[in-house]
C-alpha cells in the first residue's frame, strides 16, 4: 500500500459546482496532514493544514477520519481560479520531524 | 509566508556536465533544507534533507555521489547534479523550514526545470 493515495482524477466541474477529494495514509502513526496546490509547472503551496476536528477556511473545508486513516477536502462553489492539482500531504514522523510525503495529486478543472 | 527562491528557473545542459542549483531562504533562517524532484505527472519525491552544518540525508535509491548537496549557511542549500545525463530531467524544488514556522511548516522555492540534452 502506498503511504499516500489520492483519487486519481481529473475532475472537470462546473464552476459553482461543489467538489470533493478523498485521500488515504498508511502510517496509522502520522501526527500532520496538510493540503498543498500546485498549478502546472509550479511549486506547491500550502492551500491549508487538516485538524482532527475538522477546519474550514472559506470556500474549502478539510476533515480528517485517523480510525480509517483517511483525508478529505471539500471544495464548495468551484471558481475557475481553483483549477490545479490538490497534493494530500502527511507527515508520518509527527511532531519534531519536518519530512512530508505527497500523495500524487488529484487534478481538478473547473469549466466555465 | 516566508519566502524561497531558487535559482536557477531553468537550465538547460549536454550530458555529462555539471549543474549547481541554490535554495535561499529571504526572510527566516532555515535550518533544515529538502530537496525533491517531480517528474512530469508524479509525485513529488524527497531526494534529501539537509540541516545546516551537517551531512544531508539522502532517501533510498537517491545517488550522494550523483547529487551533491550543501547546507552551509542557515540562508543557502545547493544541489549539484553532477554528469547529468537525460533521465536526470525532471523538476527540481526545494522548501525549507525553520523554528520559528514550526515543525512542519515547509515553505517551497519556485523549482527548477533541468532539461539535459
Known amino acids: 500500500r502506498k503511504e499516500v493515495e489520492q483519487d486519481p482524477g481529473p475532475f472537470n466541474v462546473p464552476e459553482g459546482a461543489t467538489v470533493a477529494f478523498n485521500c488515504t495514509y498508511s502510517?496509522?502513526?502520522?501526527?500532520?496532514f496538510f493540503w498543498y496546490r500546485q498549478d502546472c509547472r509550479k511549486e506547491p503551496k500550502l492551500l491549508m493544514s487538516?485538524?482532527?476536528s475538522g477546519n474550514e477556511d472559506g470556500r474549502f473545508t478539510a476533515q480528517l477520519n485517523r480510525a480509517s486513516q483517511y483525508i478529505s477536502l471539500l471544495i464548495r462553489d468551484s471558481k475557475l481560479s481553483d483549477s490545479a492539482t490538490y497534493l494530500c500531504?502527511?507527515?508520518?514522523?509527527?511532531?519534531?520531524?519536518?519530512?512530508?510525503?505527497f500523495g500524487k495529486g488529484t487534478k481538478l478543472s473547473v469549466i466555465p | 509566508g516566508a519566502v524561497v527562491s531558487q535559482h536557477p528557473s531553468w537550465v538547460i545542459c549536454k550530458s555529462g556536465t555539471s549543474v549547481k542549483i541554490e535554495c535561499r531562504s529571504l526572510?527566516?533562517?532555515?535550518?533544515?533544507m529538502f530537496w525533491y524532484r517531480q517528474f512530469p505527472k508524479q509525485s513529488l519525491m524527497l531526494m534529501a534533507t539537509?540541516?545546516?552544518?551537517?551531512?544531508?540525508?539522502?532517501e533510498q535509491g537517491v545517488e550522494k555521489d550523483k547529487f551533491l548537496i550543501n547546507h552551509a549557511s542557515l540562508t543557502l542549500s545547493t544541489l549539484t547534479v553532477t554528469s547529468a545525463h537525460p533521465e536526470d530531467s525532471s523538476f527540481y524544488i526545494c522548501?525549507?523550514?525553520?523554528?520559528?514556522?514550526?515543525?512542519?511548516?515547509?515553505?517551497f522555492g519556485p523549482g527548477t526545470r533541468l532539461t539535459v540534452l
Open positions: 522548501s525549507a523550514s525553520g523554528f520559528r514556522q514550526g515543525t512542519d511548516t515547509q515553505y
Open positions: 502510517n496509522s502513526a502520522s501526527q500532520s
Open positions: 487538516v485538524y482532527s
Open positions: 500531504v502527511v507527515n508520518p514522523s509527527g511532531a519534531g520531524s519536518y519530512q512530508l510525503t
Open positions: 526572510d527566516f533562517q532555515a535550518t533544515t
Open positions: 539537509s540541516n545546516e552544518g551537517s551531512k544531508a540525508t539522502y
